[in-house]
Structures are given as C-alpha cells and as structure tokens.
C-alpha cells in the first residue's frame, strides 16, 4: 500500500509489485530518492531537518524525508500478532 498526504487529505493506493516499482520509477525520474532498507540513526538540522544520517555513517541532504515504519510480523498491533 501506498500512502500519499497531500494538503487535501490522505490518499491510500494498494499496489501490486508490478506497479509499486513503475510508481517508484515515475517518481524517481521526477527527482524523488527512495532509500528503501537504509536505517536512520538520527536527523540533522535546527528547527527543520537538513539532513539524515544512517547507521551506516553516510549523511543525505535533505529538503524533505519521507519516513514508513511499517509493524513487523509478531508485533503487537501487526498482522497475525498474538
């Protein structure tokens, strides 16, 4: 699934593979990175964030970020969660 926040509300996509990777594409080819298995360490910047560090050491500016936390299995609130 998709989620996109505009000014007007959430939008809410489900997409097959197939189709997440041609959105994925479309966006990428309109400026917008996707860093889909990099893991933050912390954000930069005073008042608004400049930039990400990852706990890999490298640091990205940045405009925008877009952050997805997504409840892994077996977790409460996750799907098939005791």
């Known amino acids: 699934m998709v989620k996109l926040e505009t000014s007007l509300g959430t939008i809410e996509l489900k997409l ?4 997440a990777r041609m959105l994925q594409k479309t966006l990428e080819a309109k400026g917008l990175k996707f860093r889909l298995s990099a893991q933050t360490e912390t954000l930069l910047g005073e008042g608004h964030v400049t930039a990400v560090r ?5 640091t990205i500016p940045a405009e925008l970020v877009v952050m997805v936390d997504l409840p892994r ?10």
Not at 16 to 19: K, L, N, P, V, Y
Not at 73 to 82: C, D, I
């Open 16 to 19: 097959d593979e197939t189709a």
């Open 54 to 58: 990852l706990k890999d050491g490298e």
């Open 73 to 82: 299995r077996g977790t409460p609130g996750s799907v098939g969660a005791a």
